[in-house]
């Protein structure tokens, strides 16, 4: 093979490696069969296809499974950063990068609600989606109900499996409800859990309320306090003030209602 050639299947070594098929591999057939130019170049442009159609539908089905909206999609690309201020808004600009998933720093969005918070994590689960990472959204109160289920059926072990295998965990709403001591428990588990995992990962809250005041809704505070040392020992939280984004497409349409005017009484007519 000529050096273009040989570049060209150098090029194409991780499609190749998609489907188990090493470069060396590739190299004997094309030397096997006296492959021309034009044959190894369409070769390469079919194993280009079918990667990228492969990396399309393990996106289409992370996105399919990680409960995030879907018909419509929270992205980085449909959030107004023209409405956030701030010296560091370069670091909210740059999450899209996922450079804090890859450094194993969890994320915390504080502030009122309307504000952005849930778009801005839901973003960040779509991008790791799109880069072929698993992400998962829950709600705090999903969270409880199904760790409350988990324990009444015994079945512990096999949620925090499926709680801790995600690349990134989307917890919204914290602060909304409460969580008896043996729930609190099992969070400190799910938390260290992650804590230990290899692999790129982190977590994700949303919130109203100051991580300083997360304890008042837990009913443990040792395992409370072990889960929040782990949660931000490195963490980068955003806490967004100002007022709701909501109501910007409100219509207001001013109307006024007068009494009804009075009924004509129907004519009679006279007879002859």
């Given at each position: 093979m000529n050096n273009t050639l040989l570049d060209t299947v150098a090029a194409c070594s991780k499609d190749l490696m998609k489907f188990g098929f090493s470069v060396e591999e590739f190299a004997t057939l094309v030397q096997e069969n006296n492959m021309t130019d034009a044959e190894v170049l369409a070769v390469a442009k079919v194993f280009e296809h079918l990667k990228a159609k492969k990396d399309s539908s393990t996106v289409d089905f992370l996105l399919?499974?990680?409960?995030?909206?879907?018909?419509?999609?929270?992205?980085?690309?449909?959030?107004?950063?023209?409405?956030?201020?701030?010296?560091?808004?370069?670091?909210?600009?740059?999450?899209?990068?996922?450079?804090?998933?890859?450094?194993?720093?969890?994320?915390?969005?504080?502030?009122?609600?309307?504000?952005?918070?849930?778009?801005?994590?839901?973003?960040?689960?779509?991008?790791?989606?799109?880069?072929?990472?698993?992400?998962?959204?829950?709600?705090?109160?999903e969270l409880r109900d199904r760790m409350t289920d988990a324990r009444r059926a015994g079945r512990e072990s096999t949620l925090l499996a499926a709680l801790v295998r995600p690349s990134c965990l989307?917890?919204?709403?914290?602060?909304?409800?409460?969580?008896?001591?043996?729930?609190?428990?099992?969070?400190?588990?799910?938390?260290?859990?992650?804590?230990?995992?290899?692999?790129?990962?982190?977590?994700?809250?949303?919130?109203?309320?100051?991580?300083?005041?997360?304890?008042?809704?837990?009913?443990?505070?040792?395992?409370?306090?072990?889960?929040?040392?782990?949660?931000?020992?490195?963490?980068?939280?955003?806490s967004i003030k100002g007022e709701s984004f909501r109501g910007r497409r409100l219509e207001t349409v001013s109307l006024r209602s007068s009494a009804a005017s009075p009924t004509a009484a129907p004519s009679q007519k006279s007879g002859i």
């Open positions: 399919r499974t990680s409960r995030l909206p879907l018909k419509v999609p929270k992205t980085f690309d449909n959030f107004d950063f023209s409405r956030i201020t701030g010296k560091n808004i370069d670091k909210l600009r740059n999450l899209s990068t996922l450079s804090a998933l890859y450094a194993h720093k969890n994320l915390a969005f504080i502030g009122k609600p309307g504000t952005g918070k849930t778009h801005l994590a839901q973003a960040f689960g779509r991008a790791c989606c799109e880069h072929g990472m698993k992400a998962y959204f829950i709600k705090m109160t989307i917890i919204d709403e914290v602060g909304h409800c409460e969580f008896d001591k043996e729930s609190t428990r099992l969070f400190f588990d799910m938390v260290d859990r992650r804590y230990q995992k290899d692999g790129y990962y982190n977590m994700v809250f949303t919130s109203n309320r100051d991580p300083a005041q997360w304890q008042e809704n837990f009913c443990e505070n040792d395992s409370l306090l072990c889960a929040l040392d782990r949660i931000f020992d490195d963490a980068i939280v955003f």
